[in-house]
C-alpha cells in the first residue's frame, strides 16, 4: 500500500514537472511564468512576466542557429487584484514554426519550445500513471519495467454493506440486481 502511495506521489510530480529544462547551466527565471510543457505551432503562446514595465523589450532566439526570429514588447499589462502585483503579458503567437527557442527580457531568461503534439509526453505520462495504479491485474514488465507486479487483489469476493442492499430471507438483493431484473422484464415486453 505504501508503496503504491508512494508510486503515485512519484508520477504525479514526474507528471507536474515534465519538460522542465534548463539551458545547461543557465538558471531560467523564476519571474517569467510559461508554458513549461511547449506551444502547439498553430495555438496562442503568451508568457506572463512579473513586475516587468510595459516598456520592457522581449526578445526570441532560436536555441539552434542562435538567430532572432521575435523582437516585442507586452501586449498588455493586468493587475491581481489579490496581490496587486503588476504582471505583463507577452503575445508571440505570430511564431509558429517548430523548435526549440530562448526568451530574453530584463527579467532574465527562459527555454520554450514549439512542436506538433506538444502535450503528447505529459498524455502518455497520465496513461501510465493510471496503467501503474491498477490492482486487480498484473502490471507486466514489458510495459512498466522495474515497476512491473504481479495483480494486487483479484477481487473474487464482493462483500456488500447492508446500507446499499436490502435483505429478504437471508438473501441480499443489490440494486443492480434489481435493474438487471427489470431490464430482464423490458426485454421480454420487446421480445428482444
Same mark, same amino acid.
Given at each position: ?27 531560467? #527565471? ?23 514595465? *510595459? ?19 507586452? !501586449? ?6 489579490? !496581490?496587486? $502585483? ?7 503567437? #505570430?511564431? #509558429?514554426? *517548430?523548435? $526549440?527557442?530562448?526568451? !530574453?527580457?530584463? #527579467? ?41 507486479? *504481479? ?14 442492499? !436490502? ?26
Amino acid at each position: 500500500m505504501n508503496n503504491t502511495l508512494l508510486f503515485s506521489c512519484c508520477c504525479m510530480t514526474a507528471m507536474a514537472f515534465a519538460g522542465c529544462k534548463n539551458a545547461g547551466t543557465e538558471q531560467q #527565471s523564476e519571474l517569467i511564468r510559461f508554458n513549461q510543457i511547449g506551444y502547439y505551432p498553430s495555438q496562442e503562446k503568451v508568457i506572463v512576466v512579473e513586475g516587468a514595465s *510595459p516598456d520592457d523589450e522581449y526578445t526570441i532566439t532560436d536555441i539552434q542557429t542562435k538567430e532572432e526570429i521575435w523582437r516585442g514588447k507586452a !501586449s498588455r499589462t493586468a493587475t491581481s487584484p489579490w !496581490s496587486g $502585483k503588476e504582471r505583463a503579458v507577452v503575445d508571440f503567437t #505570430s511564431v #509558429s514554426k *517548430p523548435g $526549440k527557442y530562448t526568451i !530574453s527580457s530584463p #527579467s532574465g531568461k527562459v527555454e520554450i519550445e514549439i512542436k506538433d503534439n506538444a502535450l503528447k509526453t505529459l498524455a502518455d505520462a497520465a496513461a501510465k500513471a493510471y496503467y501503474y495504479q491498477r490492482t486487480g491485474v498484473a502490471i507486466e514488465k514489458q510495459y512498466a519495467g522495474v515497476w512491473h507486479r *504481479p495483480a494486487g487483489h483479484p477481487d473474487t469476493k464482493v462483500y456488500i454493506h447492508e446500507s446499499v442492499a !436490502s435483505c429478504r430471507n437471508g438473501n441480499f438483493i443489490t440494486l443492480r440486481m434489481v435493474r438487471c431484473r427489470r431490464l430482464q422484464q423490458i426485454h421480454r415486453q420487446l421480445g428482444i
